[in-house]
């Protein structure tokens, strides 16, 4: 079955530096497009950053653009997609999900918590 593991949130101040990885299984990780999502409390969910399945194309939200990366390493042993999040702020504070579409269904990980806090 499709697992997705997500893994480094955890507590920074303000203009720090996290990067975060989801560990995927169950699926053959280099034919699928990987997501990163973020959901505040009281906020929808919404999508941070996007990369196709070679990893060539890249798409972003509006407001990490210029300080996330999402990466991704599709060799059998990592199958792994990261994001790289600098100048962190206290807004980015959410929970981040990682996630896939396989067949028409989103399949998402348990999610990792980021606070950012002085």
């Known amino acids: 079955q499709v697992q997705l593991v997500e893994s480094g949130g955890g507590l920074v101040q303000p203009g720090g530096s996290l990067r975060l990885s989801c560990a995927a299984a169950?699926?053959?990780?280099?034919?699928?497009?990987m997501n990163w999502y973020r959901q505040a409390p009281g906020k929808e969910r919404e999508l941070v950053a996007a990369i196709a399945s070679a990893g060539g194309s890249t798409n972003y939200g509006d407001s990490v653009k210029g300080r996330f990366t999402i990466s991704r390493d599709n060799a059998k042993n990592k199958n792994t997609v990261y994001l790289q999040m600098n100048s962190l702020k206290p807004e980015d504070t959410a929970v981040y999900y990682c996630?896939?579409?396989?067949?028409?269904?989103?399949?998402w990980g348990q999610g990792t918590q980021v606070t950012v806090s002085s």
């Open positions: 169950g699926f053959t990780f280099s034919m699928y497009a």
């Open positions: 996630s896939t579409v396989i067949s028409g269904y989103h399949y």
